[in-house]
């Protein structure tokens, strides 16, 4: 069982950045390839960003490509979404997510992740 807990969250105004964090609690969260999804109102979940268990590799969704950075410090077992340039069309609720690394890449479909946070609000003013 692996226990997600999103934070870094809030309100912005357009234009600006915020840094949200995913701290784990899973021993072998090295061997866990870690994904952010976000969920507007009214619309489906849409992927966002992922990372490789070794931070090596990462992949976007086109909306926020170019803005949004994603990291992770396995010593910290955390996984960062760096997002600047912010848009009022951002404004969702973030999730990260866990998918035990099988050697597949990139995990983008959010049914094949195991475990996910709570989620945290990310508002953009315009």
């Known amino acids: 069982q692996v226990q997600l807990v999103e934070s870094g969250g809030g309100t912005v105004q357009a234009g600006g950045s915020l840094r949200l964090s995913c701290a784990a609690s899973a021993r072998t969260f090295s061997s866990y390839v870690m994904g952010w999804f976000r969920q507007a109102p009214g619309k489906e979940r849409e992927f966002v960003a992922v990372?490789?268990?070794?931070?090596?590799?990462?992949y976007y969704g086109d909306s926020v490509k170019g803005r949004f950075t994603i990291s992770r410090d396995n010593a910290k077992n955390t996984v960062y979404l760096q997002m600047n340039s912010l848009k009022p069309e951002d404004t969702a609720v973030y999730s990260c997510?866990?998918?035990?690394?099988?050697?597949?890449?990139?995990?983008?479909?959010?049914?094949?992740?195991?475990?996910w946070g709570q989620g945290t609000q990310v508002t953009v003013s315009s």
């Open positions: 997510a866990a998918h035990r690394d099988v050697g597949r890449w990139p995990i983008v479909r959010s049914r094949e992740y195991d475990y």
């Open positions: 990372i490789s268990w070794s931070g090596t590799d990462t």
